[in-house]
C-alpha cells in the first residue's frame, strides 16, 4: 500500500522488557527475534525497538553513549540485522527510537566538552556561565530540579532537560547537524523503516535562554515550555524527510511531540517534513465519551488540515497502565477491551506498547526494587514508571514466565499467571484472542484501514461512528450509558456479551453495515 504508515499499527518493544535471550534477566535483540513470528501472528504492521545502543543506563537506554553500535547487553550490530532481515522475512517493518535532544555523559563528545573548555567538542553542548551565584536561568529539568547542572572544572553549567547524566546538545552548532545526518545514513543503510524521534519538539532552544513561568502543579504537556519548539526545528526535520527519501521503500519518522495544542503538533506533519507525529492528546483523557469525542475531534481537525494522518496512542513505556488508569480490576479489564476496539477503528496510525494486547496492569514495585531515575531524583515523590514496564509474562509460570532464565530485572507479579500469552493463547475470550481479531478484521478490511470518518448520533456517554470505503463498519463504544441499541448490520467482533443486540456499558462492538 503506499504510504504504509498512514494506517500502519505500530507495536512498541521496551528493549529491556520484551524477551531475554541471554539468560541475565535484560530484554535483548535475539530474545525479540526469537518471538517475531508472535508478533506477525498478532497482526501488527512493524514493530519500534526502544534504544538499544551502548548505554550507561541511567535512564534505561535514554543516555546514548554511541549512536551508532549495539550495547553489548542488548546484543551485536549482527544481531541487529538479523533482527530485521527476520522482521522483514516475516513482513514486519522496523522502526528505530534515535534519541538527538541529549546524549549520555559518557559519550565521547561529552567527555571531550569536559576535557578541556577550548575542545570543539565542548560547542556540542549548551554551557553558559551561571547567574548571580547560581544557574542561568530557571528552567527546571523533567526529570525533577534545576536543568543546570556545574561543572566544577570551568565554573560554567551545562543543560539537561532530563537526568545530569543526559546533557542535552545544542543543535544551532552545525557538527551536531551533520554528525545526525550521519547517524541517520548508518541506521537506513542497514535496513531500518523508519525512526521514532525522541523529544522531537525540543531539539534547538530558545537562544535568548529567558527564564520560564511553569505551572504548579506542573501538565504532562510542554506547551507552557516557552525555551522549545522553535521554528528552526521545521527546517531540519525537512532535511531529514529529504535524506529518508532517498532511500527506497518508503522510510518514515514519528516525532515524539509532548504538546496538547494539536495545531502546533500538526505543524510537525505538513508536508516535507515528519511523516507522523504522536498524539498523546487521548491517552491523558478519562474514560469519558464526550471529552474523548472532543479530544478525537481536536486531532483530526488539526491533522486533515495539513494533509497528514492522526496517530492515537494509549499506551508506552512511560505512562501507567491503561486497565489500572481506567480503574483497575474488572472495570479497567472491560475499558481496556472496549478502548482497543475504540483505537483500532479510528482513522490514522496506531500504536501498541507491548502487553497492552494482553490487558497487563500497572504493577507496584518495592521502592527498593525501583529503577527509574525519577523516582531518585524527587526523592520519591514522583514513583516514576517502572510499573509499566515490567517484563512480558510468555509462559511457564513465575517467578520468570518464560521472559529469562535468569532473573527478571523487574519482578514479574505471579498473578499474571492468567494473563501470560501461553494462557491467553488457549483462551477464545482473552484481551489476546480479542486484540487478534481485531487486528485481523482492520488487516483485511478497506474501511477500516482508509475510510472516511463520520460520527453517527448516540446518546449521551456513548460514541459511535463510522468507517466507509465501500462498504461501511460502524464502531460503537458505550462507555456509561444504559445498553444501547446497536444499528442494523452484521456484528463482526464485540468486548462483551451483547443483551437481545444491546451493548451493556464498558464495552465496545464493531458492526458490518449493509451498503
Ligand atoms: C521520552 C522517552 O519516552 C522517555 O522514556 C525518556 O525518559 C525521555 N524521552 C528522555 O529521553
Redo the contacts with the bound molecule.
Keep these: 500500500m503506499a504510504e504504509w504508515w498512514r494506517s500502519a499499527v505500530l507495536y512498541e518493544i521496551y528493549v529491556r522488557s520484551f524477551a531475554d535471550g541471554n539468560g541475565d534477566g535484560v530484554g535483548d535483540l535475539p530474545g525479540i527475534r526469537s518471538r517475531l513470528p508472535y508478533l506477525r501472528d498478532l497482526g501488527v504492521d512493524g514493530i519500534w525497538l526502544t534504544p538499544f545502543y551502548p548505554t550507561p543506563d541511567v535512564?534505561?537506554g535514554?543516555d546514548v553513549a554511541d549512536y551508532v553500535d549495539v550495547d553489548p547487553r542488548f546484543g551485536t550490530l549482527a544481531d541487529f540485522d538479523a533482527l530485521v532481515a527476520d522482521a522483514h522475512e516475516l513482513g514486519l517493518r522496523v522502526v528505530i527510537d534515535i534519541?538527538p535532544?541529549?546524549t549520555s555523559d559518557q559519550h565521547r563528545w561529552f567527555r571531550n566538552a569536559l576535557s578541556r573548555p577550548d575542545h570543539p567538542d565542548r560547542a556540542r553542548y549548551v554551557f553558559r556561565p551561571g547567574r548571580d551565584g547560581g544557574p542561568p536561568n530557571n528552567w527546571t529539568s523533567?526529570f525533577g530540579g534545576s536543568a543546570w547542572k556545574l561543572d566544577e572544572a570551568s565554573g560554567e553549567y551545562y543543560l539537561h532537560f532530563?537526568a545530569p547524566e543526559?546533557p542535552d546538545l545544542d543543535w544551532h552548532n552545525e557538527d551536531v547537524q551533520s554528525s545526525f545526518e550521519e547517524i541517520l545514513r548508518f541506521w537506513l543503510d542497514r535496513g531500518v523503516d523508519g525512526f521514532r524521534i525522541?523529544?522531537a519538539q525540543a531539539l534547538f532552544k530558545d537562544r535568548s535562554l529567558a527564564d520560564m513561568n511553569e505551572p504548579v502543579p506542573r501538565t504532562w504537556h510542554a506547551d507552557w515550555v516557552t525555551a522549545i519548539n522553535q521554528p528552526e526545528l521545521h527546517p531540519l526535520y525537512e532535511s531529514w524527510r529529504r535524506v529518508a527519501d532517498e532511500y527506497p521503500g518508503e522510510r518514515m519518522f514519528v516525532g515524539?511531540i509532548v504538546l496538547a495544542d494539536q495545531d502546533a503538533v500538526a505543524r510537525y506533519v505538513r508536508p516535507g517534513q515528519l511523516n507522523l507525529a504522536f498524539n498523546f492528546t487521548l491517552l491523558h483523557e478519562e474514560w469519558d465519551a464526550a471529552a474523548m469525542r472532543e479530544t478525537i475531534d481536536r486531532s483530526r481537525v488539526a491533522f486533515d488540515a495539513v494533509g497528514a494522518p492522526a496517530t492515537w496512542v494509549f499506551e508506552?513505556?512511560?505512562v501507567v497502565r491503561l486497565p489500572t488508569r481506567y480503574g483497575g480490576g474488572e472495570d479497567g479489564r472491560r475499558r481496556a477491551r472496549a478502548a482497543a476496539l475504540l483505537l483500532l477503528a479510528l482513522p490514522g496510525a496506531v500504536f501498541l506498547y507491548e502487553g497492552q494486547e494482553l490487558g497487563l496492569e500497572e504493577v507496584e514495585i518495592p521502592d527498593e526494587l525501583r529503577q527509574d531515575p525519577i523516582f531518585f531524583r524527587t526523592n520519591g515523590a514522583r514513583t516514576g514508571?517502572d510499573g509499566c514496564r515490567v517484563p512480558i509474562p510468555w509462559d511457564g509460570g513465575p517467578p520468570s514466565f518464560g521472559f529469562t532464565t535468569g532473573k527478571p530485572w523487574l519482578p514479574i507479579p505471579d498473578e499474571w499467571n492468567a494473563l501470560s500469552v501461553a494462557a491467553q493463547q488457549a483462551d477464545d475470550e482473552s484481551m489476546l484472542a480479542l486484540c487478534r481479531q481485531a487486528l485481523a478484521l482492520r488487516r483485511r478490511s478497506p474501511p477500516l484501514r482508509e475510510g472516511s470518518f463520520r460520527w453517527e448520533p448516540s446518546p449521551t456517554g456513548t460514541l459511535a461512528f463510522t468507517r466507509e470505503s465501500g462498504d461501511s463498519v460502524a464502531c460503537v463504544v458505550n462507555v456509561d450509558a444504559d445498553p444501547v441499541s446497536l444499528p442494523e448490520g452484521r456484528v463482526l467482533l464485540a468486548t462483551e456479551p451483547l443483551v437481545g443486540r444491546r451493548l451493556p456499558r464498558d464495552a465496545a462492538v464493531w458492526v458490518g453495515l449493509r451498503p
Excluded: I, K
Aim: charged share 30%.
Design positions: 535512564d534505561h535514554y534519541v535532544n541529549h523533567a532530563f543526559q525522541d523529544v515524539e508506552n513505556h512511560d514508571r
